[in-house]
């Protein structure tokens, strides 16, 4: 007990210089463990990242671009993979699934705004193991159906 003693009793003589030193061990110890939180969450952050995506494989024919530069949907040439390469990767994929997808981008016009969007053309049977239904119902095959969203 005599060394709590002493150290209370030397706290009290010299608070000016103990005060800053335990100021800065404690800031010291909460910035050393905030660090390895952060850290920890940055890792899980990045491997459910690599997670969502590291399953899935996306095969697409070479685009061309008609005239300007690439990437502007207004000249970009049709391109699409033939029915026989869809089903060669459908049993390449095994018992993963194999989804093909048309893809094209089309101008819309809403009010006095317009701008050019992305249209995903898939099998209705497809939608849903895609999507989940908050209410309403499917979409049946063969039926002509628009689905919007964001």
């Known amino acids: 007990m005599i060394f709590f003693d002493l150290a209370k009793r030397k706290l009290k003589i010299h608070w000016v210089r103990s005060f800053p030193a335990i100021l800065g061990i404690i800031i ?12 920890h969450s940055i ?18 024919p070479h685009a061309a671009a008609g005239q300007g ?3 502007n949907p207004r ?3 049709m391109a699409r993979l033939p029915l026989s390469d869809v089903e060669a990767i459908r049993k390449v994929a095994g018992s993963s699934r194999g ?8 101008e819309m016009t809403f009010g006095n705004e317009s701008g050019y969007v992305t249209l995903l053309g898939l099998p209705a049977g497809e939608v849903t ?11 049946r095959e063969n039926a002509p159906r628009c689905l919007a969203g964001l």
């Open 28 to 39: 010291g110890v909460l910035a050393i463990a905030s660090m390895g939180i952060l850290g």
């Open 43 to 60: 890792s899980l952050l990045v491997a459910n990242l690599i997670s969502d995506v590291g399953d899935t494989l996306i095969v697409t």
């Open 69 to 71: 530069f690439f990437g």
């Open 75 to 77: 000249v970009a040439v």
């Open 99 to 106: 989804i093909p997808v048309l893809m094209r981008a089309e």
């Open 129 to 139: 193991g895609l999507l989940r239904l908050e209410k309403g119902m499917y979409f």
